[in-house]
């Protein structure tokens, strides 16, 4: 009976989806974008595979030209493979064009019903604005304020883990961008792991090779009774609850108790804002040390890759970096002396970037660009993969070369080398009202993590025992989620003299025990005051 009932949705829905697209597109006089020939209701969905979508998109693109249209499951998409185009209507025409899209496997994804979602995710709403302009204003406090010396203080413990432990270098990485988020937004970085495994599990339900019902959506529908998915999502979205509510309930009483460092927890509770309290905080902060975790951990993985892929750029960073900074580990006030490594993280990130597909958009009215209609809730989506790939402005696009932000013979190439190249104006972090707000933070960690990592180690293909011979490393192969990362591959961490070896392990012994000293001074401090504190009022009500 269930499956019947769903037929007939399905048909129902399709007709008039199709119906109400078809007569949209017919009261306008203007021309369509070109595109693909789309089938009544599930557009194109059948040519898009689940694994790198991102290349289908950039192989239409070079079809049907810099803005086309398709269509999936009664949506409309508009792709933009040229950067022009998407500074045209996602920066300029910001006033329309800054709504997302629905996600489908998601509860309430536009935050429409309240204020406890996922900040990327919420539409243009109340909620979304004053979240974002919250989190903004805490990420330059962390900047201005305490986030170096915790970058520092992880990529120590980085480093060392990989001394003890190289072949499980993937986990240690992601785990220091946790530990970073963590200690930002909560001063403890004690679940850490466990914030990696629910940012796994949100970015695999937002991806298109997650759940089915992201891409066959009527699935979604189902009676709860026969549907597997929203029965496995209730599960995922209330263990997520339940876990950002705990840390920010742990956050609350050790800052009750006056014992909680600088960190947005601290911060929030001491000020003034307009969220509706301790529970939207809570999905705030999640959100962002969430966001930071695969953003970060991405990059890395391809950093590590690309050095040991071209040994000769591994060679420049170690010599730039011996010669500015005086044989110690790379700090962010060494930055400005560093542009070969800033050139080698930049081009990392363009060889092979984060987010391929990018993020959509959503169009809030009807719109016209070129003479060609965009009807109203249509899917705006920047095609990353296709921006990077620009021959003209990244001459042999698909092949590593920092060299293109050090010489004058390349178009990127931008002087002083004391600020250029860096991440500001890089299409990677998206557009207008809804660009990423962790630009900063992802550009100063990579600088120290990749720094820590060049200062200390030879990066080499691994061996294989047997053959003798080096084990390749497939560059090409990742996964298929909305952030991309690396398939897992091998590779040597040589600590590149026992002196630095050694080094490695003593500054990491050193950084902990000061750490540790630095917490129980504080606390020492922060008990003191509070018993003088009582003691006061204690006296004063005599
Ligand atoms: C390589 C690193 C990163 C890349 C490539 C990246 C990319 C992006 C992109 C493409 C968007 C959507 C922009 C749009 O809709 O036009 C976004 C949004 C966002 N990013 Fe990042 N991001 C990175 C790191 C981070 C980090 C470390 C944080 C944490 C502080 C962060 C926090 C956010 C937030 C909160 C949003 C939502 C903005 C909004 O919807 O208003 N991102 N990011």
């Not at 329309?96 to 996922?118: C, M, Q, V």
């Not at 066959?216 to 999502?233: G, H, M, Q, Y």
């Not at 959509?360 to 989506?381: Q, T």
């Not at 698909?398 to 080398?417: A, K, Q, V």
């Amino acid at each position: 009976m269930a499956v019947f009932v769903f037929g007939v949705f399905l048909v129902a829905f399709a007709v008039i989806s199709y119906l109400s697209q078809r007569s949209k597109i017919g009261k306008s006089s203007f021309r369509q974008f070109p595109g693909p020939y789309q089938l009544p209701y599930i557009g194109r969905i059948h040519d898009l595979p689940v694994k790198y979508m991102w290349l289908k998109f950039f192989e239409w693109g070079r079809e049907y030209g810099p803005v086309y249209r398709t269509s999936m499951m009664g949506d409309n998409f508009i792709i933009i493979t040229d950067e022009k185009v998407a500074e045209e209507l996602l920066v300029k025409r910001a006033k329309i064009y800054s709504d997302r899209p629905a996600f489908t496997s998601l509860f309430d994804s536009k935050g429409n019903d309240g204020p406890e979602g996922h900040l990327p995710l919420l539409g243009k709403n109340k909620y979304w604005s004053r979240q974002r302009r919250l989190s903004h204003s805490y990420l330059i406090d962390a900047r201005n304020k305490f986030y170096n010396g915790i970058m520092n203080h992880e990529a120590k413990r980085f480093l060392y883990r990989l001394v003890n432990d190289p072949d499980n270098f993937s986990n240690h990485l992601e785990n220091m961008a946790s530990k970073v988020a963590c200690e930002m937004a909560y001063d403890d970085s004690s679940s850490s792991t466990e914030l990696t495994q629910h940012s796994l599990r949100l970015l695999t339900q937002i991806s298109p090779a997650g759940p089915i019902t992201n891409l066959a959506t009527p699935l979604w529908n189902l009676p709860l009774c026969v549907n597997p998915w929203k029965r496995a999502e209730i599960k995922r979205h209330d263990e997520e609850r339940k876990f950002w509510k705990g840390v920010m309930a742990n956050a609350r009483a050790k800052w009750e108790k006056g014992e909680s460092r600088n960190c947005f927890a601290r911060k929030y509770f001491e000020s003034q804002t307009n969220l509706s309290g301790d529970g939207e905080a809570a999905c705030v902060f999640g959100m962002v040390a969430l966001m930071s975790i695969f953003t970060v951990g991405g990059p890395l993985h391809y950093f590590l890759m690309a050095m040991v892929l071209h040994p000769e750029w591994l060679r420049k960073c170690q010599e730039e970096i011996d010669e500015q900074c005086g044989g110690k580990m790379p700090t962010l006030a060494d930055c400005p002396r560093l542009p070969i490594l800033r050139s080698c993280i930049l081009e990392t990130m363009r060889w092979r970037p984060n987010i391929p597909t990018g993020v959509a958009h959503e169009v809030e009215e009807d719109d016209w660009y070129d003479d060609c209609f965009i009807a109203k809730g249509s899917r705006i989506l920047p095609l990353e993969w296709a921006f990077l790939r620009n021959p003209e402005k990244y001459p042999d696009p698909e092949n590593y070369h920092p060299e293109r932000y050090l010489s004058s013979d390349w178009p990127t190439y931008r002087e002083p080398l004391s600020i250029y190249p860096n991440m500001k104006t890089f299409t990677s972090f998206g557009w207008g009202q809804r660009r990423c707000m962790g630009q900063s933070q992802t550009q100063d960690e990579l600088l120290i993590a990749c720094g820590a990592l060049c200062w200390g180690y030879n990066l080499k293909n691994k061996i294989d025992v047997v053959t003798g011979k080096a084990i390749e490393i497939d560059t090409e192969s990742s996964n298929s989620l909305l952030i991309m990362k690396p398939s897992p591959f091998e590779m040597t961490f040589e600590p590149r003299s026992e002196k630095r070896r050694e080094v490695m392990i003593e500054q990491w012994r050193y950084a902990e025990q000061k750490d540790m000293e630095a917490r129980e001074d504080f606390l020492r401090m922060a008990r003191r005051e509070k018993s003088f504190m009582t003691a006061r009022s204690t006296m004063l009500n005599l």
